[in-house]
């Protein structure tokens, strides 16, 4: 598990969520069925928030993720339309 790179998966209403952070390019994306929908560099670590719109059927929700402190890999929160959705420290 990474110091360097650290990966995060879930899914929510059949839409596979990944939040992947890259020490080495300095940013964080957020990835929605495989297309990238937003990114966000930094200056020293990776901790943030990262605001983004997908779409469920025929509407668009808002899409936050939260990197903070907490363990190794640190924590990642994402909500869509207002629900948390738990996600999986995948590497």
Do not use: P, Q, Y
Request: with cysteine.
């Amino acid at each position: 598990m990474g110091l360097l790179k650290t990966r995060w998966e879930s899914s929510h209403e059949g839409h596979a969520i990944v939040v992947e952070r890259n020490e080495i390019g300095r940013g964080f994306r957020i990835d929605w069925d495989g297309e990238e929908i937003a990114r966000r560099r930094w200056t020293w670590i990776g901790l943030g928030e990262l605001h983004a719109s997908a779409e469920i059927g025929d509407r668009h929700v808002d899409v936050l993720v939260k990197i903070e402190w907490g363990g190794l890999n640190g924590k990642c929160t994402v909500v869509v339309d207002g629900h948390e959705i738990a996600m999986t420290l995948v590497s």
